[in-house]
């Protein structure tokens, strides 16, 4: 040690110099605990920085657990998002249709009629052929696009488009979709506008 | 100095992170921030203001309003209620006596006394509040439980605290409450009532412009400066004006004089109609009173 001091290239001999020493183990220890706690507090209390959520809610799935989930409403935001899924991108999110590859449902009278019978069967069973929507002939093919969708699911969406853009006719339940399903025998082949005609409205 | 580049170093990062904390992530966090939709609806939240209100706003800056008025309404809670609305085909006697056999439920043991008080004297008048501050695991066994007889119930999501509790809104504020306000205007002294909902509380034009004009004329005792200066004293004209003031004798102006808002007071109060705090958002959900049928 002494030998390197002597050969230091430092000419000035009396220049205080800054040495080093290691920083002590404790505060080392207990930095690190804190940070540990801190870690452990923002864990449970943060949400992860969600911009969503906000104190009292303490996460994202807290937050979740208490959006309503029973009600009208609740049916209608359900079979909005169903409806974007599903029938948007022929109908159209605002329900207007697009010409050449689906007729409108806004202010439709397939969709406002009184009773849903016939408009539940167009999902259920597809529709094909000659149909006149809001003064427009159509002439075109629809697959049975809500075969698949659970009752309630598709309740949501016949409810949804009956109530949204202006449309006002009235709410659809699940049990009415598992009514109109086991009525409707066994055959595959899409509905027309005589069919449809045909049955109850 | 072998130690400059050290002290830049440090210095750097120490500015750095903070830089980073302060700016960056609030930026990374909400600075995409847009409209979104009130729950349960297809209606857009917040709307753009009008052009007064939004020229309100910075009069409402400009006279510092914020200094002892905030808007932010804060909540410290969620509870859920359980409310009876229809019986279906029982009695309401018959009803007290099924909900006894509810009590041995282990969730719903603990509110025995609190189902059984509001059940005391109750004459079979609908809707009927079962349940309150409770849970969601009781509150759905309960709906379940309910169900199951033919009951009907409807359960709702109510926002607490105090500040809620004095009528300061119905639930707490959040960044999207802001989305059109420049500069936002939350305040941190609460001298007067918080304004994030004085739109709702206090909807009428005609007593807000009153109490700027003399806060004590609405409101006795109130130690709210006047704003005065909003407003213009003048004669009165071939016939009064439509807008002027209908204030209480001792505030009201001499005989054969007028007060009428100045555009600024208008534009203030335009703004204030238009602080509402009561619709229901994902990040703020409660169930509206209306709703509640």
Same mark, same amino acid.
Request: proline residues 7%; charged residues 15%; hydrophobic residues 45%.
């Given at each position: 040690?002494?030998?390197?001091?002597?050969?230091?290239?430092?000419?000035?001999?009396?220049?205080?110099?800054?040495?080093?020493?290691?920083?002590?183990?404790?505060?080392?220890?207990?930095?690190?605990?804190?940070?540990?706690?801190?870690?452990? /507090?923002?864990?449970?209390?943060?949400?992860?920085?969600?911009?969503?959520?906000?104190?009292? /809610?303490?996460?994202?799935?807290?937050?979740?657990?208490?959006?309503?989930?029973?009600?009208?409403?609740?049916?209608?935001?359900?079979?909005?998002?169903?409806?974007?899924?599903?029938?948007?991108?022929?109908?159209?999110?605002?329900?207007?249709?697009?010409?050449?590859?689906?007729?409108?449902?806004?202010?439709?009278?397939?969709?406002?009629?009184?009773?849903?019978?016939?408009?539940?069967?167009?999902?259920?069973?597809?529709?094909?052929?000659?149909?006149?929507?809001?003064?427009?002939?159509?002439?075109?093919?629809?697959?049975?696009?809500?075969?698949?969708?659970?009752?309630?699911?598709?309740?949501?969406?016949?409810?949804?488009?009956?109530?949204?853009?202006?449309?006002?006719?009235?709410?659809?339940?699940?049990?009415?979709?598992?009514?109109?399903?086991?009525?409707?025998?066994?055959?595959?082949?899409?509905?027309?506008?005589d069919m449809l005609m045909a049955m109850p409205? | 100095?072998?130690?400059?580049?050290?002290?830049?170093?440090?210095?750097?990062?120490?500015?750095?992170?903070?830089?980073?904390?302060?700016?960056?992530?609030?930026?990374?966090?909400?600075g995409s921030a847009q409209q979104t939709v009130?729950?349960?609806?297809?209606?857009?939240?917040?709307?753009?203001?009008?052009?007064?209100?939004?020229?309100?706003?910075?009069?409402?800056?400009?006279?510092?309003?914020?200094?002892?008025?905030?808007?932010?309404?804060?909540?410290?809670?969620?509870?859920?209620?359980?409310?009876?609305?229809?019986?279906?085909?029982?009695?309401?006697?018959?009803?007290?006596?099924?909900?006894?056999?509810?009590?041995?439920?282990?969730?719903?043991?603990?509110?025995?006394?609190?189902?059984?008080?509001?059940?005391?004297?109750?004459?079979?008048?609908?809707?009927?509040?079962?349940?309150?501050?409770?849970?969601?695991?009781?509150?759905?066994?309960?709906?379940?439980?309910?169900?199951?007889?033919?009951?009907?119930?409807?359960?709702?999501?109510?926002?607490?605290?105090?500040?809620?509790?004095?009528?300061?809104?119905?639930r707490l504020s959040v960044a999207a409450d802001?989305?059109?306000?420049?500069?936002?205007?939350?305040?941190?002294?609460?001298?007067?009532?918080?304004?994030?909902?004085?739109?709702?509380?206090?909807?009428?034009?005609?007593?807000?412009?009153?109490?700027?004009?003399?806060?004590?004329?609405?409101?006795?005792?109130?130690?709210?400066?006047?704003?005065?200066?909003?407003?213009?004293?003048?004669?009165?004209?071939?016939?009064?004006?439509?807008?002027?003031?209908?204030?209480?004798?001792?505030?009201?102006?001499?005989?054969?004089?007028?007060?009428?808002?100045?555009?600024?007071?208008?534009?203030?109060?335009?703004?204030?109609?238009?602080?509402?705090?009561?619709?229901?958002?994902?990040?703020?959900?409660?169930?509206?009173?209306?709703?509640?049928?």
């Open positions: 040690m002494s030998d390197e001091n002597k050969s230091s290239s430092v000419p000035s001999a009396g220049e205080p110099v800054a040495t080093r020493s290691a920083a002590p183990m404790w505060i080392i220890v207990t930095t690190l605990v804190l940070l540990f706690i801190g870690g452990i /507090y923002f864990d449970r209390h943060s949400g992860w920085f969600n911009p969503k959520v906000y104190a009292p /809610y303490t996460s994202a799935e807290n937050l979740e657990g208490f959006q309503p989930q029973s009600g009208a409403a609740a049916a209608l935001a359900r079979g909005k998002k169903t409806y974007e899924a599903v029938c948007g991108i022929c109908h159209g999110p605002d329900g207007l249709g697009k010409p050449g590859q689906a007729p409108p449902l806004a202010g439709s009278e397939w969709v406002v009629a009184k009773g849903f019978n016939r408009l539940a069967h167009i999902p259920l069973m597809g529709l094909a052929g000659n149909i006149k929507v809001a003064g427009k002939d159509w002439s075109m093919n629809m697959a049975a696009m809500g075969a698949a969708l659970p009752d309630d699911d598709l309740a949501a969406v016949l409810t949804y488009i009956r109530s949204a853009w202006g449309n006002q006719a009235s709410a659809v339940e699940g049990d009415d979709i598992k009514k109109i399903r086991s009525g409707m025998g066994g055959g595959s082949q899409p509905m027309t506008h409205e | 100095m072998k130690t400059g580049l050290s002290i830049f170093i440090a210095a750097f990062i120490a500015l750095g992170t903070s830089w980073c904390g302060f700016v960056l992530a609030p930026l990374l966090q909400l009130i729950l349960q609806t297809t209606d857009n939240w917040p709307l753009q203001r009008t052009g007064a209100a939004t020229l309100g706003l910075q009069v409402y800056r400009a006279y510092g309003c914020a200094a002892c008025h905030t808007e932010q309404v804060r909540q410290t809670g969620s509870a859920f209620e359980v409310t009876l609305t229809s019986l279906g085909n029982q009695k309401p006697a018959d009803f007290i006596e099924f909900t006894k056999s509810l009590f041995v439920l282990p969730g719903l043991a603990n509110y025995t006394n609190a189902i059984a008080a509001s059940l005391n004297g109750w004459n079979g008048g609908l809707p009927k509040t079962l349940l309150t501050a409770t849970d969601k695991d009781v509150a759905t066994e309960m709906a379940d439980r309910l169900k199951a007889v033919g009951v009907k119930s409807e359960t709702a999501i109510i926002a607490t605290g105090p500040d809620i509790a004095r009528g300061w809104g119905s802001f989305l059109y306000d420049q500069p936002v205007q939350l305040g941190s002294l609460r001298a007067g009532p918080d304004l994030a909902n004085i739109g709702v509380r206090a909807p009428d034009a005609n007593w807000q412009l009153a109490h700027l004009y003399a806060p004590k004329s609405v409101t006795p005792n109130s130690t709210m400066p006047s704003f005065k200066f909003l407003f213009e004293v003048r004669k009165v004209g071939a016939s009064p004006s439509p807008e002027a003031l209908n204030l209480p004798k001792e505030f009201a102006a001499a005989d054969g004089f007028e007060i009428v808002p100045k555009p600024a007071a208008k534009q203030l109060v335009a703004y204030l109609l238009s602080l509402k705090a009561n619709v229901p958002l994902y990040e703020a959900p409660f169930t509206p009173a209306t709703a509640a049928k």
